[in-house]
């Protein structure tokens, strides 16, 4: 069974760069059945899309991110990553990772997701 | 602000039918792309609970369906039951955006 697990710093400062690790068992990344995605949920409020990755590469990002983040691929490792330049307060939320289908655009399974708080 | 509209609350009685809308635009819904929705327990991780429309994963309740028409999508729960008080979301894709959206979400009481 296809698990994800999230992993990276918990506390991040302000003005520098969140940086995540989804890594993938169960199943290989370089299956050119699916994408793989990040999602993002700040403490009480709701999901927010923030881009995807194909294991070749292509990557598709939420534009209202303003060109501050970067999905990146190692099929060596099974892991998909995620950066996240100048964070202010308001990138502080739960990190999921999640598989998304090739021909469909639903997201399942997801990691457990993990709290990044942005201090100043 | 999200791309796709959903109440912030509903309720029901238990054993009532219950329907949670999700109200995009041309771009997303009204352009034919696909609403999933999903299921999340407070502290827990979302689950899908429908995909392409009015598609259960294996193990989901046939009380549990969807649909869609036009620039909208809805999510029905019948047979209402305590353990189905949760937050919902629905997800499209938006072809303006260039990727996924989600909904608001939608916190669902069951009285």
């Known amino acids: 069974q296809l698990q994800l697990q999230e992993s990276g710093p918990g506390l991040v400062k302000s003005s520098e760069t969140l940086s995540l690790i989804c890594t993938v068992s169960?199943?290989?990344?370089?299956?050119?059945?699916?994408?793989w995605g990040w999602i993002r949920q700040p403490p009480g409020k709701g999901l927010e899309w923030l881009g995807i990755i194909y294991y070749s590469g292509p990557t598709y990002y939420n534009p209202s991110l303003k060109g501050r983040v970067t999905i990146s691929v190692d099929t060596s490792k099974n892991q998909f990553s995620l950066k996240l330049n100048s964070v202010t307060a308001a990138d502080t939320a739960v990190y999921y990772c999640?598989?998304?289908?090739?021909?469909?655009?639903?997201?399942?399974?997801w990691g457990q997701g993990t709290l990044v708080t942005v201090s100043s | 602000q999200s791309v796709l509209t959903q109440p912030p609350s509903v309720s029901g009685a238990p054993g009532q039918r219950v329907t949670i809308s999700c109200t995009g635009t041309?771009?997303?819904?009204?352009?034919?792309?696909?609403v999933h929705w999903y299921q999340q327990f407070p502290g827990t991780v979302p689950k899908l609970l429908i995909y392409?429309?009015?598609n259960r994963p294996s193990g989901v309740p046939d009380r549990f369906s969807g649909s869609k028409s036009g620039t909208s999508a809805s999510l029905a729960i019948a047979g209402l039951q305590a353990e189905d008080e949760a937050d919902y979301y629905c997800?499209?894709?938006?072809?303006?955006?260039?990727?996924?959206?989600f909904g608001g979400g939608t916190q669902l009481t069951v009285l």
């Open positions: 392409g429309n009015n």
């Open positions: 169960g199943g290989s990344i370089s299956n050119s059945n699916y994408y």
């Open positions: 041309s771009s997303n819904i009204g352009a034919g792309y696909d």
């Open positions: 997800q499209s894709y938006d072809s303006s955006l260039s990727g996924g959206v």
């Open positions: 999640a598989r998304r289908r090739g021909d469909g655009t639903w997201f399942d399974p």
